[in-house]
């Protein structure tokens, strides 16, 4: 896991700027720091202040008088191969190729032994030199061989090219502006910023959507008007000598869904590919932990996990509080104390630790944080580091392709009416109402949304949310903005959409989180190929009797405690927020007058809401989501 950037400029790229990405980028990899620079006739490798000490024979890249038009820039978190041979830019085949590699491709030994027996031989052991062999073999096709996570750039010195590529989901983060002569691209927005010819500017467009909906208009999209997020599941290959951009797609979650062809023993099928997945995110050369909310999808990773690493010890994370209708770290307790190998750890998340922490925490996420509930993974993550636990297995991205959250509960009832299965719609309804949540009438009226039309659901919106009333008058006239489709009308199709909002999102809070602690986190329910099987699966293995999820839980079954497998009050990464609002409402009231708002957002408004207590739990999230919008808006300005 690490940070990488490049810069390419015709008129010549300036080597302080490099520098000082990489300053910017440092808490991604604190471990070494690498250069490359290229100009039309050579290319150069050199050190920086952070580098390996073993590698000081490099030349220092602000004693050299190399004149570049093209950078690349590492920062390395060193997780396989800790070793001087994983040093990054890495360079192959007499310097043509190079690469900058962020994330960890897992089944990385596997094709290593592909390519060893097609005459390739390997200088380290990392999964670097793996990724930059098989480009070397088959070209930008290579992604579709890797199981893993990936934000990566390699580049080609004879042929001027670069190819820019990003992991299936986007789990890894990867940025880019353009303009005329002048591109650039880094791991973090942050990193883009301080450099003279990016333009800073907001999109009053993708800012108003997020105000009133948040989310934007289209998924992948920042708040940035120039600055791009590079799309999951693609490649982008960049012409240096005209900066013509070729992007293709190599996996979409638009395409069809491939039937399965063995449809017997479905559950045998799914632990077997959840096994091998936790397998394969085990591989790293230090100690690896985990998240743990006490929920199923942690539960089941420190599960397979624990059973795996066998007489080895696993240390696990968990946020707790005093205040127990929001706690639910007995759970997790449980887990743990079900586990001979396993060694849990507790931290407690309070308002005041939060005050002190947010504008930390929004400069870290580089954009605004959609509630309080990402502080408790922020506070996760600071424990995790102080035990000095480099890498964590995280459950991301199990109820987007499971199909966890109250809106499915509600399509699957929506889908027995439309074919008339009146009988089972009743039967569901019962259980679910029993099992799941006592409000199943209000996961169908959530759901039963998204077939509205446009204008209707944004009339229901602007009575029942405070999102509209954030913004003026005369700015929502301007914008007309369109309800952005993050919601199917079938089961299948809100999963996937939930994978491209929500759980992008969430992916994003996820490894800046992790990141801003130096602390690498993997998401083994994102391995592709068991996304592929469970998006596959008929409807009824994922929701039946009134269970959500209930391939896993049936793989769980006899292995963790009843209390877990068959929990019917999962919370999630929660806080106490109307608590905390109304410890910190004078400094929230004092901050908020004091602080510059983007020109569209109705200050007068928020300082209403200040003074406002709230039993709905949706609109006080969307307090703290324009009050975050405002902190980094005054944070962004300070570029």
């Not at 079900?338 to 922490?357: E, M, R």
């Not at 006899?558 to 999962?570: A, F, M, S, T, Y």
Request: one cysteine or more.
């Amino acid at each position: 896991m690490c940070g990488i950037a490049g810069i390419y400029d015709k008129n010549g790229a300036t080597k302080a700027d490099a520098v000082l990405m990489s300053r910017i980028l440092q808490h991604r990899g604190p471990d070494d720091e690498g250069f490359l620079l290229a100009n039309e006739d050579a290319i150069k490798t050199f050190r920086g202040n952070d580098t390996i000490k073993s590698l000081s024979n490099i030349e220092h890249i602000e004693e050299s008088d190399f004149q570049a038009n093209f950078i690349l820039l590492h920062r390395r978190l060193s997780i396989i191969d800790v070793s001087a041979n994983g040093h990054q830019p890495m360079c192959a085949e007499n310097e043509n190729f190079s690469i900058v590699f962020n994330g960890e491709i897992y089944n990385y030994k596997e094709i290593r032994s592909v390519l060893q027996q097609k005459g390739y031989v390997f200088q380290s052991e990392s999964d670097t030199e793996v990724v930059l062999n098989a480009f070397i073999e088959w070209g930008a096709a290579c992604v579709n061989q890797f199981v893993g996570m990936w934000a990566f750039a390699i580049y080609q010195h004879k042929e001027k090219k670069l190819l820019l590529s990003r992991d299936r989901f986007g789990i890894k983060p990867i940025y880019l502006y353009h303009q005329n002569d002048f591109f650039v691209f880094a791991s973090e927005i942050k990193a883009l910023l301080p450099l003279a010819k990016v333009d800073k500017s907001i999109s009053d467009e993708s800012l108003g959507s997020y105000l009133a909906y948040g989310t934007t208009h289209q998924p992948y999209q920042n708040l940035y008007k120039n600055i791009i997020d590079l799309e999951p599941g693609c490649n982008y290959e960049i012409d240096l000598s005209d900066l013509s951009i070729k992007k293709q797609n190599y996996f979409s979650l638009d395409t069809v869904v491939e039937p399965l062809t063995n449809t017997q023993n479905l559950t045998q099928q799914f632990e077997e590919l959840f096994n091998d997945s936790i397998a394969l995110h085990l591989r790293s050369d230090v100690e690896i932990g985990s998240c743990l909310s006490g929920g199923l999808d942690s539960s089941a990773i420190v599960h397979y996990a624990s059973q795996q690493l066998g007489d080895k010890k696993m240390q696990t994370f968990t946020a707790a509080y005093k205040n127990k209708i929001v706690d639910e770290s007995n759970y997790a307790q449980l887990v743990a104390n079900s586990l001979q190998n396993v060694t849990d750890h507790y931290t407690y998340p309070n308002a005041a630790t939060f005050l002190k922490d947010l504008d930390k925490i929004i400069y870290h996420q580089d954009l605004p944080i959609g509630s309080t509930s990402i502080f408790a993974q922020w506070e996760v993550m600071k424990c995790a580091n102080q035990h000095q636990v480099k890498v964590l297995l995280d459950g991301q991205g199990a109820d987007e392709i499971l199909g966890g959250y109250y809106n499915f509960a509600g399509l699957q009832l929506i889908e027995l009416l439309k074919r008339m299965k009146f009988i089972q719609f009743f039967k569901q309804y019962y259980l679910l109402r029993k099992n799941f949540t006592p409000a199943v009438k209000m996961a169908v009226l959530r759901a039963a949304y998204y077939y509205l039309p446009e204008k209707l659901q944004q009339k229901l919106r602007a009575t029942e949310r405070h999102s509209y009333a954030f913004i003026k008058e005369t700015s929502l006239k301007d914008l007309s903005l369109e309800v952005p489709k993050r919601g199917g009308k079938t089961f299948s199709k809100h999963s996937d959409l939930s994978m491209q909002f929500g759980m992008y999102e969430l992916l994003r809070y996820e490894d800046r989180n992790s990141m801003a602690f130096s602390i690498e986190s993997r998401v083994p329910f994102l391995d592709h190929r068991l996304v592929n099987f469970i998006r596959a699966l008929p409807t009824n293995e994922k929701i039946n009797g009134g269970w959500t999820k209930l391939i896993l839980r049936k793989i769980l079954d006899n292995k963790l405690p009843h209390e877990i497998v068959w929990r019917k009050d999962k919370k999630g990464f929660i806080t106490p927020q109307q608590e905390w609002k109304n410890e910190m409402m004078d400094t929230l009231t004092k901050e908020l007058k004091e602080l510059k708002t983007p020109d569209i957002v109705d200050r007068d408004y928020l300082l209403e809401l200040c003074n406002q207590d709230f039993s709905n739990a949706t609109h006080l999230s969307e307090f703290w989501r324009v009050y975050s919008v405002v902190k980094w808006y005054n944070n962004a300005n300070t570029h």
